[in-house]
């Protein structure tokens, strides 16, 4: 079993900045694949961006390429989203997931953190 504490989400104006954090535990993820998801509010929820532990490979959606980056730190077993150029469509609720890598069902979810972006 592996447990994610989230952090750094809240209110930011619009052009800004933000770093959302997810802390692992519970077992090594050395052979996964971290994912950042959001949902706002009425919507459903969608992928932003994903790092492969083992190489550092990253993926990202279209609306967000060039503004977010994901990034892990190996020693703290946690897993970065730094967002810049924040826009108000970017509001949601930010989660991490992992799944094992070669897989396609994400088996572990945070519990998400709230990014609120003012225009």
């Known amino acids: 079993q592996v447990q994610f504490v989230e952090s750094g989400g809240g209110l930011v104006q619009a052009g800004g900045s933000l770093r959302v954090s997810c802390a692992a535990s519970?077992?090594?993820?050395?052979?996964?694949?971290m994912g950042w998801f959001r949902q706002a509010p009425g919507k459903e929820r969608e992928f932003v961006a994903a790092?492969?532990?083992?190489?550092?490979?990253?993926y990202y959606r279209d609306s967000v390429k060039g503004r977010f980056t994901i990034s892990r730190d190996n020693a703290k077993n946690t897993v970065y989203l730094q967002m810049n150029s924040l826009e108000p469509e970017d509001t949601a609720v930010y989660s991490c997931?992992?799944?094992?890598?070669?897989?396609?069902?994400?088996?572990?979810w945070g519990q998400g953190t709230q990014v609120t972006v003012s225009s």
């Open positions: 997931a992992a799944r094992p890598t070669g897989t396609v069902v994400w088996n572990y």
């Open positions: 519970g077992r090594t993820l050395r052979s996964y694949v």
């Open positions: 790092i492969s532990w083992s190489d550092g490979s990253t």
